[in-house]
């Protein structure tokens, strides 16, 4: 089953958030969301044993850490990782509690996160690609161009989208980006589990069935005519437009991955290997 889901959002148990867990709970089960992770600055809201309205599974503890250091996302941590340690042993931390480590808003201000640093750390799942709460901020929403260095250095990483809301009336944020879960089921374990293995696409409404690597051989299915787009080594090779598109990696390049334009909105695949 596809689940959609945002693991990155504030209730009003962060300084600069607005709403209860309860209203941020209804306002994403209203919009169909099946997972979502409240992950509070510095600081754990626990939801365990808290029953989201309808299908909506919650993560019991996630928490955004960093305050004047750069921001990484603990998502399903065991309790509060230590504060003011360096951005390697916070992650570190994060692991040794359970959580995954996702490394938030690499272009808050230009150079929240460099290619660089994403390079030399390890132990992080991912990269936020899309944070649309970046829209009311110095800095810019996307980072698929750090994304694609890092890939191009041999690195894999995941690429997550979250809206990282503060309230719920703030429409070009909230909802405006989420995560496309390919799930054995709705509860939280096995979306955890779909997520660390790369299970998932970032979707602006854009809408993906498949994106497989048989072979070297890389193809994308939509349910809607799209224009699909093709990047290899952090450069665009093909583009078409159709239900579905296949490209054959050549030697020398080291990942693909694809991006789709449909009259719903946008989605992007996961980077894939030829020896996926
Ligand atoms: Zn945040």
């Known amino acids: 089953m596809w689940i959609k889901g945002n693991l990155h959002c504030h209730s009003n148990n962060s300084s600069d958030g607005e709403v209860s867990v309860a209203e941020l709970c209804q306002w994403y089960r209203a ?14 809201t ?4 808290i029953a989201g309205p309808g299908q909506l599974a919650l993560v019991p503890r996630s928490v955004e850490i960093g305050e004047q250091t750069e921001n990484i996302l603990a ?10 340690q360096t951005n390697q042993a916070t992650i570190d931390e994060i692991r040794n509690r359970g959580g995954m480590a996702i490394l938030a808003h690499p272009n808050w201000r230009w150079n929240h996160w460099t290619a660089k640093d994403l390079v ?13 709460h970046m829209r009311e901020c110095e800095g810019h929403e996307s980072a698929f161009h750090i994304f694609d260095e890092v890939l191009c250095r041999g690195k894999r990483i995941l690429a997550f989208g979250n809206d990282d809301a503060h309230n719920t009336h703030d429409a070009e944020i909230i909802g405006q980006v989420w995560n496309m879960i390919e799930s054995e089921g709705p509860a939280y374990e096995d979306l955890r589990a779909a997520i660390e293995s790369g299970q998932f696409y970032v979707s602006t409404g854009g809408r993906i069935t498949a994106a497989t690597m048989r072979g070297g051989r890389f193809s994308v299915k939509c349910p809607l005519e ?7 080594n952090g450069e665009r090779v093909l583009c078409k437009t159709g239900k579905d598109a296949q490209y054959e990696l050549r030697q020398g390049e080291l990942y693909i991955r ?3 334009e449909s009259p719903e909105g946008k989605a992007y695949t996961q980077a894939a290997f030829p020896e996926d």
């Open 31 to 44: 919009h169909k969301y099946g997972l979502l992770a409240i992950t509070d600055h510095n600081s754990i």
């Open 46 to 49: 626990d939801l365990t044993g």
């Open 75 to 84: 998502i399903g941590v065991a309790d509060m990782p230590p504060r003011g």
């Open 120 to 132: 030399t750390l390890q132990g992080y799942v991912g990269i936020e690609v899309l944070n649309t």
């Open 226 to 232: 799209s224009r699909i787009v093709f990047i290899v």
């Open 258 to 260: 694809a991006e789709i």
